[in-house]
């Protein structure tokens, strides 16, 4: 930061204010987290400085004697971690490691599958506003209008009449575990590949508190930046054979260098991961977030599933008299900072939609337990009620502060 200071202050400030900020306030967008100081370090090397297109040991440029052993090593954990028979950590985020999957083994017009984005899947599964659904031809499959969870029976049946060739699994905002042994059914039995994409709850697959997308899934895709606490980026895992497709296509179909930075700081986020730490960390982001939904189910919230069984729960607004966007607004004036989403079958638009999604990886990393999700359910439940009360948002937020002191970063 001196560094920065001397020559740029205007930057320094700005970066000395977030990180006051992500000290003071409750973090709970369920995809954020709190890299570690060994992570930032390493995103921050004079790796950056250094051009090296191509893979390890195979390389178009000269002078890269210690950048492919750090490829090497982060590939190699990356194989370890997640029982991987192949890894690509080029990806320079989760959109673009989606992106190389559909270049790798589609052509352009070619059938896909996707959750659809409005029951909680991710843009890049097939949203006609992202690439996957401008030069995909995509079916959309989604949930249970009863129960909010996903619809395998529908599923089934719509890869059965759509022939589709690769079939995305995963969410950025469904709170139950995703079935992928029956996903990897559905796809053998329609010759389809099936790709799990885990962003959000990788480290969950890692520690055992969610099902392993391995071997039902033919490639997974996960960012790099959320439960696994890495650096912002991402990798592929797949099957041996699929390796050299996957390599083509995120260098030279996509990409140019690799952010060698990043790939450091993916190698030490991987190292962190296989240790117990790690999977008591998630363990606890589980249980943190069972404690919430207990939290907000027991003062009369409305939760979509009825609660949760990972990292996130998402509150339907429905029943109060405030849109998501509103909540998720006066929170944030409260110190609680979360994001509007939509609801399964939402009337509203996305821009102002009936559901707050709310998460425990940030706080968890920060040490909070239980009983302080019982705590911050119950400030939730002031501010839900008293949403247009500045008295009521200035009250939180002195105690949520005080809360955030007794966990300093
Ligand atoms: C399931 C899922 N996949 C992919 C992504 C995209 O990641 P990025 O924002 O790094 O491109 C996200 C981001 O939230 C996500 O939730």
């Known amino acids: ?223 790099t930046h959320k439960m696994l606490r890495g650096p912002r980026g991402g990798l592929i895992l797949c099957r041996k054979d699929l390796g050299p497709s996957i390599d083509k296509a995120v260098f030279p179909g996509l990409q140019g260098g690799p952010h060698n930075n990043t790939t450091a700081a993916i190698a030490v986020a991987l190292k962190e991961a296989a240790t117990p730490e790690f999977a008591d960390y998630c363990h606890q982001v589980v249980k943190n977030a069972g404690a919430l939904a207990q939290g907000l189910l027991e003062r009369g919230f409305k939760l979509v599933t009825g609660g949760t069984d990972n990292h996130l729960v998402l509150i339907d607004c429905q029943p109060l008299d405030c849109s998501g966007k509103d909540l998720a607004g006066a929170l944030e004036k409260a110190g609680i900072v979360a994001n509007a989403n939509k609801i399964p079958f939402d009337p509203r638009p996305a821009q102002d939609p009936s559901g707050v999604r709310l998460g425990t990886p940030a706080l968890t990393t920060r040490g909070m337990q239980e009983e302080d999700m019982v705590e911050i359910a119950e400030f939730i439940g002031q501010v839900a009620r008293g949403w247009q009360d500045q008295a009521v948002l200035d009250k939180v937020f002195g105690a949520v502060g005080e809360l955030c002191r007794r966990y300093p970063l």
């Open 1 to 223: 930061m001196d560094q920065i200071s001397r020559v740029d202050p205007e930057i320094a400030q700005l970066i000395a204010a977030e990180t006051k900020r992500q000290g003071a306030v409750l973090r709970m967008i369920p995809s954020e987290n709190y890299a570690s100081p060994a992570v930032l370090a390493a995103t921050g090397s004079v790796l950056a400085n250094k051009y090296s297109e191509g893979y390890p040991f195979a390389r178009y440029y000269q002078g890269q004697p210690y950048i492919d052993k750090v490829e090497a090593l982060a590939i190699s954990r990356a194989k370890d971690l997640f029982g991987a028979e192949y890894a690509n950590v080029q990806p320079y985020s989760g959109s673009p490691a989606n992106m190389a999957v559909y270049f790798a083994v589609l052509q352009p017009g070619d059938k896909v599958m996707g959750m659809d984005l409005a029951a909680g899947g991710h843009l890049t599964h097939g949203s006609k506003v992202s690439f996957s659904g401008r030069f995909y031809q995509v079916a959309q499959y989604g949930l249970n209008r009863e129960t909010g969870l996903l619809d395998y029976d529908r599923m089934r049946e719509i890869a059965k009449e759509y022939q589709p060739k690769l079939i995305f699994a995963g969410a950025s905002s469904y709170p139950r575990a995703i079935d992928f042994a029956i996903m990897g059914e559905v796809a053998r039995e329609v010759g389809a590949y099936l790709v799990t994409d885990i962003s959000h709850i990788s480290g969950l697959c890692l520690s055992g508190d969610h099902p392993h997308p391995l071997p039902h899934a033919d490639l997974v895709t996960t960012t």
